[in-house]
């Protein structure tokens, strides 16, 4: 990376940090796990709306079931707040009493992740280690990586075909 490179980015994450203010829960946290939402992203805001309305109205549940989410609105990416960190999620058996929960919204089973999508979730996971050091990139788990660590066969391909877990955390730790 030049140096040029890394300053922008310095730049563009503190610029993350000012548009998207995180604070610390009292409840502490030790993995960050991925999904995607599955259904196309009609690239309009009510996305996310649509998937708190249905947690809400058909699963019953007090909020949408993630803490983020990363929608691409009006060919802008933006980084979409769920429920509170002081809450624990609905979005991975197993895991939600430790994993803070985020969607991305698309199929990316079918398509490509772009970089600026890649760049939000890299710069909330940098943030989210920031706030709780039990987070290292180990503990950045896609959704269908989880059924082993449970002993339980992959149910899913969340968050899809296309994304590959390793390379998100070799994008976020070179080291591991
Ligand atoms: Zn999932």
């Known amino acids: 990376m030049t140096l040029w490179t890394k300053w922008k980015l310095?730049?563009?994450y503190?610029?993350?940090c000012k548009a998207y203010p995180i604070a610390k829960s009292k409840k502490n946290w030790n993995y960050i796990i991925l999904h995607?939402?599955?259904s196309p992203d009609n690239k309009v805001t009510s996305d996310w709306e649509g998937i708190r309305q249905y947690h809400i109205k058909e699963c019953g549940w007090k909020d949408i079931g993630y803490h983020f989410g990363i929608e691409l609105?009006?060919?802008a990416v933006q980084l979409k707040i769920g429920r509170s960190l002081e809450t624990i999620g609905a979005h991975?058996?197993?895991f939600n009493e430790t994993g803070i929960g985020v969607c991305l919204i698309g199929n990316y089973d079918l398509n490509i992740l772009s970089n600026d999508q890649l760049k939000m979730f890299y710069f909330l996971c940098k943030r989210l280690?920031?706030?709780y050091p039990d987070i290292?990139?180990?503990h950045i788990l896609g959704h269908r990586e989880t059924y082993p660590l449970l002993n339980k066969p992959v149910e899913k391909t969340c968050p899809g075909k296309?994304?590959?877990m390793n390379d998100i955390r070799n994008l976020i730790s070179p080291e591991t």
Do not use: C, D, I, P
Request: hydrophobic letters at 40%; proline letters at 0%.
């Open 10 to 12: 310095w730049y563009e």
């Open 14 to 16: 503190k610029r993350f």
């Open 36 to 38: 995607h939402s599955w």
């Open 73 to 75: 609105v009006n060919s």
């Open 92 to 94: 991975t058996k197993g």
């Open 129 to 131: 280690m920031e706030l």
């Open 136 to 138: 290292n990139a180990k």
């Open 162 to 164: 296309l994304v590959s």
